[in-house]
């Protein structure tokens, strides 16, 4: 779209934050916010720890759908782990925890293990060899320059980039194809926007929220996680093959929903449901 429709889009007032998620543990089952504070490596605690097996590399619902499961939640400073079947656990900011290499995909990053209490804990709930694991928060884990540019953009655990962008109508737009809705939950976003058009996120150059700014960078082509349903834990066959129909992305190799973002502004303000949101379309 160009020209005066898209500049009114463009200054489209309705636009706000719907929702805000983080997920603590990375696979685990994600955390509804009132108001998030914005760091470097996007909402605070999202993906700051993760789930490794024996030889350091990250385990996810790809390979362990029972990490939907598992509720971690921040609790002033420590991390409380709930899951079926198991004691819960709390654990602090304990100093001096030894480092450990881990890999993310393709990325080798040091990480602070969080000890033997923690990997008894989810060796015991995946039947499996694991380890708790989190962010080194003196080590810098960059994005991918081919999409984020010269920006010195980094992440912690998560795939690849800080955040993931979604809106209510391109949710609603995929659920009027399908059989049976799905829940918001299936695409583990960090900000769900309202007030504007389906797949508009494709399109957005920047979301500004107060002092805040997010840059989409990156479309977010989805994987198996997406048809596994969240408080169960059992796979399904939905969203794959309708997005395929429709949302293929020959370029990335799969099929796209949401858009990865990049902190550009407002690292140390927060970001709260309900704040109006400047979307600004890239055409």
Known sequence: MSGPAATARMNEPSASVKALFVYPVKGCRGSSLATAEVTERGLAHDREWMVVDGAGNFMSQRTHPRLALV????????????????????LG??????????????DAVPALDEGAEAAAWFSDYLKTEARLVRFDPRARRYCNSAFAGDSGA???????????????????????????????????????????EA???DHFSEVRVGDVAFKPVKPCTRCQVTTIEQTTAEAGVEPLPTLAGYRMDARLGGVT?????IVSAGVGSTVSVGSPADCTLAF
């Open 257 to 261: 929903f949401g858009i990865n973002a």
């Open 154 to 196: 980094h992440t912690g655990f998560s795939d690849a980039y800080p955040l993931l962008l979604l809106s209510e109508a391109t949710l609603a737009d995929l659920n009027s194809r399908l059989r049976e809705s799905l829940p918001m939950n299936r695409f583990r976003p960090n900000v769900v926007l309202g007030g504007v």
């Open 71 to 90: 509720r971690p939640a921040i609790r002033e400073a420590s991390l409380e782990i709930e899951a079926p079947g198991m004691d819960p656990i709390s």
């Open 199 to 201: 797949y508009d996120e």
């Open 93 to 106: 900011s304990a100093a001096d925890r030894p480092t450990l290499q881990v890999t993310v995909w393709r």
